[in-house]
């Protein structure tokens, strides 16, 4: 079984950046695909960004492109959201999940292909 905390959120200005950290134990994470993703109040979950196990290809929502990067770090078994130009609409509980397929080339945008999800934490983008 694999758990993952997520960790990092905040309240920040507009402008501004914060690091998401999703720490992965239990299994290796390296054999995973991993996605980042985010719920504002009233509002469905949606894709932000996806990394894949087969090449480390990234993916990105059209309204996070050129601000926010994803990134893994095998030897820490941890992957990170860096969100830099953050904007009010970035306001929304973000949660790392994991896909157990082998062979990912394009990580998912589809929430119901993720088989283990963090608790999810809270990013607050307000002056």
């Known amino acids: 079984q694999l758990q993952l905390v997520e960790s990092g959120g905040g309240l920040v200005q507009p402008g501004g950046s914060l690091r998401l950290s999703c720490a992965a134990s239990g299994r290796t994470f390296i054999t995973y695909a991993v996605g980042w993703f985010r719920q504002a109040p009233g509002k469905e979950r949606e894709f932000v960004a996806g990394?894949?196990?087969?090449?480390?290809?990234?993916d990105y929502a059209d309204s996070v492109k050129g601000r926010f990067t994803i990134s893994r770090d095998n030897a820490k078994n941890t992957v990170y959201l860096q969100m830099n130009s953050l904007k009010p609409e970035d306001t929304a509980v973000y949660y790392c999940a994991a896909d157990r397929r082998w062979g990912i080339v394009v990580a998912s945008t589809r929430p119901s292909e993720y088989d283990y999800w963090g608790q999810g934490t809270q990013v607050t983008v307000s002056s």
């Open positions: 990394i894949s196990n087969i090449g480390g290809r990234t």
